[in-house]
């Protein structure tokens, strides 16, 4: 048996050559395709978005003295831990403005609770959140006045 070598074909790319610069671009762009396909790599859940970010919106307060008056809100909420938010709100109502700070902590998907403290008027309490997609229903009730609110996210 007779064996001949082939002569090789030497037009193929060098390692440092443009074409294979090019191939290992997009090599390296197939486990990140693979990734976003496989949804291992997508946006955050609309099940349950959280809270950080603006909200804005309003609804009625109820004082301690039986007065109920309409109020406009905004909030802003930060990630705090794994599963809770800090909140930093200001409301008006015809009779004044007031800020409050929470720290809420998610219960279920979509539902938190936790403590509010209002400095201007030195009324402490409890806060629920219930969001759903864009929007929060939020309730307050503490040393006999209360607050329901629905906000939207800004």
């Known amino acids: 048996m007779n064996s001949q070598i082939q002569p090789q074909d030497h037009s193929v790319a060098s390692p440092g050559s443009r074409t294979n610069r090019k191939w290992a671009k997009r090599l390296a762009l197939v486990p990140v395709a693979i990734l976003v396909a496989s949804g291992t790599i997508a946006a955050p859940s609309s099940a349950d978005p959280g809270l950080t970010g603006s909200w804005s919106g309003g609804g009625w307060v109820s004082f301690s003295t039986g007065n109920k008056e309409k109020a406009r809100c905004r909030a802003t909420y930060s990630r ?74 800004r």
Do not use: E, M, P, W
Request: charged residues 15%.
């Open 80 to 153: 705090a831990g794994k599963k809770s938010y800090k909140l930093h709100a200001t409301c008006a109502t015809s009779s004044g403005k007031a800020s409050q700070t929470a720290t809420v902590y998610q219960v279920t998907s979509g539902r938190y609770r936790g403590n509010f403290f209002n400095s201007d008027y030195n009324v402490r309490g409890t806060i629920r959140v219930v969001v759903s997609g864009g929007s929060q229903h939020v309730n307050l009730a503490g040393d006999g006045a209360s607050a329901s609110l629905s906000l939207r996210r």
